[in-house]
């Protein structure tokens, strides 16, 4: 993708491999997405198929041996941005069982406070 010039449109700063990952992983460009271990099928249009996310999914899983168990699947992540900036909303554990979700603050100081996953379901 760098070869082919993918950049940021606003910065033109060439796209990191994290990020690439990320949007490999992402369920809901197939049109469906998770939600409490349940499959839900959105309203837009998918990007692609599901046969091929899930080969792309099987290719990545191969890769990641090392880091298995580490990453956790959090009900909102990637489908919704701060309401205050627009970045994307993060999620992590407190206290071993309180997911809270916080501002990436990738656009500057972000002033937005934490907001617990229960709120998010309400
Ligand atoms: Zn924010």
Redesign the pocket.
């Known amino acids: 993708m760098r070869r082919d010039g993918l950049v940021y449109r606003k910065s033109r700063a060439s796209v990191p491999t994290s990020a690439v990952h990320k949007i490999l992983r992402t369920r809901l460009y197939t049109g469906t997405f998770e939600w409490r271990g349940e499959l839900y099928k959105g309203t837009h249009q998918p990007l692609v198929t599901h046969e091929l996310w899930a080969h792309v999914q099987d290719i990545l899983d191969g890769r990641r041996t090392k880091r298995q168990g580490l990453e956790q699947n959090f009900a909102f992540s990637g489908l919704i941005n701060?309401g205050?900036?627009g970045?994307a909303l993060v999620a992590e554990i407190k206290k071993q069982k309180y997911v809270y979700y916080h501002?990436t603050?990738f656009k500057g100081n972000?002033g937005?406070p934490y907001v617990r996953e229960e709120v998010l379901e309400e």
Do not use: D, K, L, T
Request: charged letters at 10%; glycine letters at 12%.
């Open positions: 701060c205050h900036c970045c501002c603050g972000c937005e």
